[in-house]
Nanobody
Framework: VRLVESGGGLVQAGGSLRLSCTISGSTDSIDAIAWYRQPPGKQRELVAAVNSASSTYFASSVKGRFTISREYAKNTVYLQMNNLKPEDTAVYYC???????WGQGTQVTVSS
């Protein structure tokens, strides 16, 4: 089973990016997905999550700017990030709560 993130890049403050987390394996594996990020020199932190009941969680720092969705047909979970700020700069990882597996991460850099 593999989790592969994509969609990171360099964007100016106020811009948007959509991260994707595609999972190989059973469709059950996208039932519980979390997005974490690790800013430079800091610990990894939880950003957003969705569970099997489609309940969502967002860190206070991203609430109102980030949304999470999933597409079972593509076995993919998305993190839509709007109104990005320089403090959102980090490596973003997805994590499967069912498979207990991490992706390799994708870099997001927001310039001021």
């Amino acid at each position: 089973v593999r989790l592969v993130e994509s969609g990171g890049g360099l964007v100016q403050a106020g811009g948007s990016l959509r991260l994707s987390c595609t999972i190989s394996g059973s469709t059950d594996s996208i039932d519980a997905i979390a997005w974490y990020r690790q800013p430079p020199g800091k610990q990894r932190e939880l950003v957003a999550a969705v569970n099997s009941a489609s309940s969502t969680y967002f860190a206070s720092s991203v609430k109102g700017r980030f949304t999470i969705s999933r597409e079972y047909a593509k076995n993919t979970v998305y993190l839509q990030m709007n109104n990005l700020k320089p403090e959102d700069t980090a490596v973003y990882y997805c994590y499967s709560g069912v498979l207990h597996t991490w992706g390799q991460g994708t870099q997001v850099t927001v310039s001021s």
